[in-house]
């Protein structure tokens, strides 16, 4: 099923292109570009997309880090409250660069603790994690030799921050990705600037200082191109496992292929799609803030913050609840897709104590229901219930339906409507003695599959009840 939806993935896009091929004049050649693009990423690493997915697929949960300079001024500016999120600040305020990049003297993580970071991510039931590696503001959080604007150089600490989580990952079990920022760089001459949105055209780019003109290919040859190399080359076999392209302006198919032949120097490496301008290339489609309503075809991540903002701003304190976490986890899950939780350190290496509090109270739900969200694919109803939401299992001839409810049944009595097989097993997964499941009654009436409960729910956010059966259950 899996290579399927890839494949009807790929074909989608191809459609687009044949299409779009069809209206004639500039747009013709820029579609017959565009394919050739695609063609070059199917090429190269379409045959090994299956293979190198795999681990990714039963992840399904992991966290994302906006770690950067920008947690000096945390969202403060000259005294005021700069509007938008966090990291944005430079670009927000119109901060001049060289003021800008005065802040790396300021940036000071004494408290940065890899280990502990890792443990946060895996004690939440989180598999994978993804830093920054270079945001917008064009500050490397490594230590490179493009420059001195790096944190190892430019910065009190005098670490790389990215190695010592490598470590970490690798003792603790957990998988490790880098974002980069590749067309967006406030800092480096030629570096683009969005105007209105990240999707802006780099003709259009709304450059506030002097200090930031130059040629843009320049700036992708002298600093793209070295700096992927020592983030492919520095950080171990197995890292990154992940590389996270973000805001792709003016990613033209020829700018992209100066960057898209790097990854050959990890063949195991997965990216997202957000590398070219017209998001042709990658392995997985990244909906950001937001849920499909339907999922989509295909693998994708849902990249989501805790609060409002991404990089740490001291005035946002609108933390979503744990309930809300978990939902979106169980939503995105049984739409088959992965969820990437955001935390935002500050500037002194530590992560917001309400967010590592909700990863705390999420993890101890994961604790329990992991088995219910690791590895499963999308409900097979297609749709979601009024009480919650499914996962699914398929293997060894059988089926199994977790049924995470949210909105537990006051009579006593769940539907499952629409199933119209009876159940071989059914009971509530939670913490049982001695390992023994309590049996579930199931009963099959003309509206689906009704299951006789307990009167209380056994956790207050979303139990899960297990559904097995022989073979493919059969939905009306």
């Known amino acids: 099923m899996k290579k399927i939806t890839a494949l009807f993935r790929w074909a989608t896009v191809i459609t687009i292109s044949a299409t779009a091929i069809l209206c004639g004049g500039e ?196 600093v793209d191109v070295p700096h992927i190399k020592e983030l492919l080359s520095n950080y171990g076999p197995d890292t990154p496992a992940v590389l996270w392209w973000d805001t792709p302006i003016g990613m033209t198919p020829d700018r992209v292929a100066k960057l898209l032949p790097l990854l050959k120097m990890k063949p195991a490496i997965i990216t997202n799609n957000r590398l070219d301008s017209n998001h042709l290339t990658g392995d997985y489609q990244t909906p950001e803030q937001k849920i499909p309503t339907n999922g989509l075809s295909g693998d994708w991540e849902t990249c989501m913050t805790i609060n409002g903002t991404w990089g740490y701003k001291s005035t946002d304190h609108n933390f979503k609840s744990t309930a809300v976490l978990v939902h979106n986890l169980i939503d995105i899950a049984s739409k088959g897709g992965n969820y990437l939780l955001n935390v935002g350190p500050t500037s002194t290496g530590i992560i917001p104590q309400p967010e590592v509090e909700r990863l705390q109270e999420v993890g101890k739900w994961m604790g329990v229901n992991g088995e219910a969200i690791y590895g499963t694919s999308a409900s097979p109803f297609g749709h979601p219930f009024a009480w919650g939401r499914c996962t699914e299992k398929t293997g060894d001839g059988k089926t199994t339906l977790y049924l995470h409810v949210w909105n537990w049944p006051k009579d006593g009595k769940l539907l499952v409507p629409g199933l119209k097989s009876k159940a071989n097993e059914a009971y509530l997964l939670k913490h049982y003695w001695f390992g023994m499941h309590s049996r579930l009654k199931t009963a099959n009436d003309a509206d689906g599959v009704i299951i006789s409960v307990p009167k209380t729910a056994s956790d207050p956010i979303s139990s899960t009840i297990v559904l097995q059966f022989q073979g493919a259950p059969e939905i009306q």
């Open 27 to 222: 747009k013709s050649r820029a579609a017959e570009t565009n394919s050739a693009a695609l063609e070059m990423w199917q090429q190269d690493y379409g045959p090994t997309h299956e293979q190198r997915m795999q681990w990714w697929r039963q992840a399904k949960f992991g966290m994302f880090i906006h770690w950067g300079i920008y947690s000096v001024p945390a969202g403060v500016y000259k005294g005021k409250d700069v509007s938008g999120i966090g990291e944005w600040i430079m670009r927000n305020a119109n901060i001049p660069v060289a003021e800008y990049a005065g802040y790396a003297k300021e940036f000071d993580p004494a408290n940065f603790d890899a280990m502990q970071w890792v443990k946060i991510a895996k004690d939440a039931g989180m598999k994978y994690i993804v830093i920054t590696a270079k945001h917008h503001d064009g500050f490397a959080m490594f230590h490179s030799r493009v420059d001195g604007y790096n944190i190892y150089d430019a910065t009190p600490w005098h670490h790389d921050p990215l190695a010592e989580l490598a470590a970490a990952c690798r003792k603790q079990g957990i998988r490790l990705g880098f974002y980069y920022s590749e067309a967006q760089d406030w800092h480096h001459p030629g570096g683009a600037a969005a105007n209105k949105h990240p999707d802006a055209d780099v003709d259009r780019q709304h450059h506030w200082d002097p200090a930031q003109e130059g040629s843009f290919d320049d700036y992708i040859e002298n």
